[in-house]
């Protein structure tokens, strides 16, 4: 069974996350042929408009628990060979020329919250919940998820989501800006289609290519966007051979309050961070 489902109908793709007894976990495979398709998507002059979306009830839970758990425990080095946040070159929505609309039709925690930041447009099941949930693991949020949450939601919405990794619902999702609307899971495929249709049978396609370029484009300078996505792909890597993710993952198997080690401010990392002071550090 493929991890990912791929159709094109009426000039839109649909792209389902197909691992619903999992919860559509994040694979090694679904990695690869979102590239594949994404790209595809964007070379193929039939195609005007892309729906990203979930099989089941859950749009995608990130990771798949078991096998960050595995690894932690195991040590391995930290090339992630194999593992779905390996450094390779890939393709991601805000990069193609056509518009993407997420449709959150359930659970979205981790990679499953963060990915839909770097499509066009989201749009919720009211019955979905959002959970940035990487610090309940000792991880550390993916896919540009602290360079764009901010630009989105702004500082003090993003820090509540991030440092807490509380799940919000569909209704709160809109309600923050999060998503542009939700609406009853039932609805919600139509609800996509029907703005997919708007855009594809309504407006020009280099029209609405150009204004997606233009868009994203100034919104960052010379790749601020792919270059922070890279940096949290070498975070994400640090953070699933720390302590803290292999306790965070125990717990979360035993049912019990993490353990976690004490901060130690003088051994972090340097991830994120920009020298404020023009003359230098004193």
Known sequence: MSHLLFDIKDHIATLTLNQPDKRNAYSPEMAVKLTQYLRECDNNPEVRVVI??????????????????ERGEQGQDEDTQGHPTQR??????????????????????????????????????????????????????????????????????????????????????????????????AELMDEARNLA???????????????KQMTWGRMQDDGELYRAIYEDDDAIAWAIHGPDAAEGNKAFFEKRPADWVAVDPTALPHFGKRNANPFGNS
């Open 197 to 211: 249709s708007e855009i594809a049978a309504g407006s020009s396609p280099t029209a609405v290519s150009v204004v």
């Open 52 to 69: 990203i979306t979930g099989a089941g009830d859950a749009f995608c839970v990130g990771l798949d628990l078991n096998d960050v758990r």
């Open 88 to 185: 390779v070159l890939r393709t991601y929505p805000y990069q193609i020329s056509k518009p993407v609309i997420c449709a959150i039709n359930g659970a979205a925690g981790g990679f499953g919250a963060a990915y839909p930041l770097t499509c066009d447009i989201r749009l919720a099941a009211s019955e979905a919940n959002i959970a940035f949930s990487f610090v309940k693991w000792g991880l550390i949020p993916e896919m540009g998820t602290t360079w764009l949450l901010p630009r989105l939601i702004g500082i003090e919405k993003t820090s509540d989501l991030l440092l807490t990794g509380r799940k919000v619902s569909g209704e709160e999702a809109a309600a923050m800006g999060l998503v542009l609307r939700a609406v009853p899971r």
